[in-house]
Nanobody, 123 residues
Framework: VQLQASGGGLVQAGGSLRLSCAAS????????MGWFRQNPGKEREFVAA????????YYADSVKGRFTISRDSAKNTVYLQMNSLKPEDTAVYYC?????????????????WGQGTQVTVSS
């Protein structure tokens, strides 16, 4: 599967952005999907994940209540709605896909990675 992320940009603290990740290749609806982020010199960290059915979602504690992950199987796309953004949310955001389960994504064990999209939150 190929993953194409988009939607990053520069936003002021308190603002919102919506990231999109379009998937192509094998059947999108069979994949659990997720988002991670990374800053230079730091490890890639889990942000959010959604099961293949969309029935289960998981979030890092740092983004709970502010970020929402969703998926549209008709468009083969997963979204990350980011509200109340903080400067510490600044990072390159990566989408991820895995055939096994949403829990493997939460654990950082991912089959497929997309390219990153930069999110910068100014104070």
């Amino acid at each position: 599967v190929q993953l194409q992320a988009s939607g990053g940009g520069l936003v002021q603290a308190g603002g919102s952005l919506r990231l999109s990740c379009a998937a192509s290749g094998r059947t999108f609806s069979t994949y659990a999907m997720g988002w991670f982020r990374q800053n230079p010199g730091k490890e890639r960290e889990f942000v959010a994940a959604i099961s293949w059915s969309g029935g289960s979602t998981y979030y890092a504690d740092s983004v709970k209540g502010r970020f929402t992950i969703s998926r549209d199987s008709a468009k083969n796309t997963v979204y990350l709605q980011m509200n109340s953004l903080k400067p510490e949310d600044t990072a390159v955001y990566y989408c991820a896909a895995d055939l096994r389960s949403v829990r493997t994504i939460v654990a950082g064990d991912v089959n497929y990675w997309g390219q990153g999209t930069q999110v910068t939150v100014s104070s």
